[in-house]
């Protein structure tokens, strides 16, 4: 990228700023959190992972032209992912294994099988297919062919992470949703957010558990345990 030059012209934007920081914050309070030098490794590789996306992205889709490609792109190859794990969950047979590498038989947790296609471990298999859900279904808005790509990726995306059974995609794609359906009242945002409040004292002082249990609730839906690091 740098030997071709294909950085120059780059401009430090907002969003790039809120970005770093989350990189920051990401490596301080996750190491802290449970401090040992496995932790700061671990964390320091997702930090890692997330800078290089972050930049390859900035520089080489910089316009609405490369941006639509991308998401046609994205669509194409996610189509024939969800129906993959569609036929996995209905017959509970891994056709991919026939290539190696991956087990015929999808891994069940709570009475629920988690497909899996190409990848082993749930929350990766899940949570591939929850990113490409925000930027598919925000091209569902638009019109002409961009529309038809991100109605049929979103759809797919969806499918794909339900089938996958893991309860942290799944609260994401629904925060993504939430997200588009106050799109409408954007400009009045400051009376949401304190309906919200109000809801979470309401529910703090009927519930007999803490209000953050409700997240347990998803299991129920994809048949994964909700992780510390969620709560």
Known sequence: MWAKKES???????????????VLTT????TLAKFSVSR?????????????????????????EELIRVVRFLAVIIVPLAIAMIVEKM?????????????????????????????????WRAHTRQRCFPCLSACGFFGGPIRRFGIIGGVSA??????????GAVLAVMSVAAGFSLWSIRNHMRYFRWALVLALVALA????????????RISEVSGAQVGTDLI
């Open 205 to 216: 002082l009927v519930m007999k558990a803490p209000i953050w249990f409700l997240l347990a």
């Open 27 to 30: 490596l301080v309070a996750g």
């Open 40 to 64: 700061f490794i671990n964390r320091g590789g997702i930090v890692f992972d997330a800078v290089g996306a972050y930049l390859l992205f900035r520089c080489w889709v910089r316009d609405s």
């Open 91 to 123: 017959t509970g047979r891994n056709y991919f294994s026939l290539l190696g590498g991956v087990a015929e038989g999808g891994e069940v947790r709570d009475g629920t099988l988690r497909c899996q296609v190409r990848l082993r471990i749930p929350s």
């Open 8 to 22: 120059g012209g780059l401009t430090f934007t907002t969003l790039d700023k809120l970005f770093f920081w989350w």
């Open 158 to 167: 969806v499918i794909a992470t339900v089938a996958s059974g893991s309860s």
